[in-house]
């Protein structure tokens, strides 16, 4: 069973950066593909980024490549989001999940979720 808490949210100005950390326990978190999902108000959960359980491989969702950049440090437990150039439509709650071996852009294939941080950008 793993455990996945995310940190690293906040309030900044269109422009600015920030980078979200997501910490699993409970299990061995190197057989786990990461994911990063955001849900604006009123919308549907929506994949933002992946990475393979050894960083191989890495995924993007169209609106954000080359802005953000996900990472992992497998004897840190953490994955993380790197997002630059934030814009206001970039405010949302940011959710990790994890799946054993394949990433996924899909969530229903995600066993294990966060509870999510939201980052609010302002213009």
């Known amino acids: 069973q793993v455990q996945l808490v995310e940190s690293g949210g906040g309030l900044v100005q269109a422009g600015d950066s920030l980078r979200l950390a997501c910490t699993a326990s409970?299990?061995?978190?190197?057989?786990?593909?990461v994911g990063w999902f955001r849900q604006a108000p009123g919308k549907e959960r929506e994949f933002v980024a992946a990475?393979?359980?050894?960083?191989?491989?890495?995924a993007y969702a169209d609106s954000v490549k080359g802005q953000f950049t996900i990472s992992r440090d497998n004897a840190k437990n953490t994955v993380y989001l790197q997002m630059n150039n934030l814009k206001p439509e970039d405010t949302a709650a940011y959710y990790c999940?994890?799946?054993?071996?394949?990433?996924?852009?899909?969530?229903?294939?995600?066993?294990?979720w966060g509870q999510g941080t939201q980052v609010t950008v302002s213009s």
């Open positions: 999940a994890a799946k054993p071996f394949i990433m996924s852009s899909n969530r229903d294939g995600y066993g294990y």
């Open positions: 990475i393979s359980q050894s960083s191989g491989r890495t």
């Open positions: 409970g299990g061995t978190f190197s057989n786990y593909a």
